[in-house]
């Protein structure tokens, strides 16, 4: 059945709610990304020491020239940077996480000792680039990643979506991530009786977790379930091999920087236009069309979730709850079951992910 007209302007007025907070998030995330920019260190591995304090085990940079005998670069490292030291020394997660976590400071000494011994006798030679914020090592990264600053390119997602009649309304920002999305401040109809919104999100870390990325998402209006649909821009942040120059030329950095954003405008572009809105109403169309069986749904479920989120989503879906979620045994179902669960995940990188396989399973757009 067709929506009232009162259910309609409920909607609409939802929605302006809606926008109205998610602007003030918006606002503060974008002024936290431009005045949180890491800084740089190029290192080779003979150069690095590490050593366990009361908490956390930390790094020391070695100036083998001796014009700066020692540097702390920071006073901890990051689980972030930990994972990546993981990958390039081949030290199991689970032993490093499970030394650091250990209440007596014998755990993080030995993990110090490791990290020394791997760092300084596997490859002396290698080079890192080391990204730190706040007195904490975030990156521990090879020296060919792309740095691609943050500050011009949401500063530019901003501008290029209100040039086409989106709105910043909402985003997150991790110790490693940061995530904004823009909204179309209207209300569409794809199936009688459930009415959505339309807009982009776009993510990047300054960090190595994650490439640049720009995904379209659907947002069903009186539950605010939000699915993050296929990826529309992805730039992996690797280049050529830094040097000291090119590391701290700005004119470098910056000229890289125009290139992404000029990239990014015009996927916005295309993506913000009645050609690409009209697909998106189709897929829902489609999804709510795909009739999906209780047990294909539990499986679905068990193979792409944790497993409290497949209980969870389970429920829901089986749940006669038709306000939190759509009618009927469907696809589009199926994926508002998920993007519930997102909504209910308080850790803010999780409830993307969720996002993301919400989008995941509705039919690909052309």
Not at 78 to 105: E, W, Y
Request: proline share 4%; charged share 25%.
């Amino acid at each position: 059945m067709l929506l009232t007209m009162e259910s309609k302007t409920a909607a609409h007025h939802k929605l302006e709610t809606l926008i109205a907070k998610g602007r003030e998030t918006a606002r503060t995330l974008i002024d936290h990304v431009m005045k949180n920019q890491p800084t740089d260190r190029l290192v080779r591995a003979s150069a690095l020491q590490f050593q366990a304090d009361a908490e956390t085990v930390a790094i020391t940079v070695t100036y083998p020239d001796g014009a700066a005998s020692t540097e702390r670069l920071n006073k901890r490292l990051h689980r972030n940077a930990l994972v990546q030291m993981a990958h390039t020394s081949d030290l199991p997660l689970k032993f490093i996480d499970s030394l650091q976590g250990t209440a007596a400071p014998w755990g993080r000494e030995l993990l110090a000792h490791n990290l020394n011994t791997v760092f300084t006798n596997r490859n002396p030679k290698a080079r890192y680039l080391l990204r730190a914020l706040n007195g904490e090592l975030r990156g521990f990264l090879s020296d060919r990643y792309r740095r691609l600053d943050s500050r011009p390119i949401i500063e530019a997602f901003a501008t290029a979506v209100q040039r086409k009649g989106a709105l910043p309304y909402d985003g997150y920002v991790t110790d490693t991530k940061v995530a904004i999305q823009a909204i179309m401040p209207e209300v569409y109809e794809p199936v009688p009786g459930e009415m959505v919104a339309y807009g982009l999100s776009l993510e990047n870390s300054d960090f190595g977790n994650g490439a640049l990325s720009i995904r379209a998402y659907l947002l069903r209006i009186w539950c605010t379930n939000l699915a993050i649909t296929q990826e529309e821009m992805r730039q992996v942040h690797l280049g050529k091999r830094l040097d000291d120059r090119t590391l701290y030329s700005n004119r470098t950095y910056e000229l890289d920087a125009k290139t992404t954003v000029s990239a990014l405008r015009d996927v916005i572009d295309g993506q913000l236009d009645a050609d690409s809105l009209k697909r998106r109403m189709e897929a829902i169309r489609h999804a709510n069309q795909q009739i999906v069986g209780t047990e294909k749904a539990k499986e679905t479920f068990r193979k792409l979730l944790q497993k409290g989120e497949s209980e969870a989503a389970s429920q829901a879906f089986d749940s006669p709850d038709t306000y939190n979620l759509p009618a009927g045994n469907t696809n589009w179902r199926l994926s508002n079951a998920i993007s519930w669960i997102a909504g209910q995940t308080k850790d803010a990188e999780r409830k993307l992910d969720l996002m993301k396989i919400a989008g995941e399973v509705l039919p690909k757009v052309a």
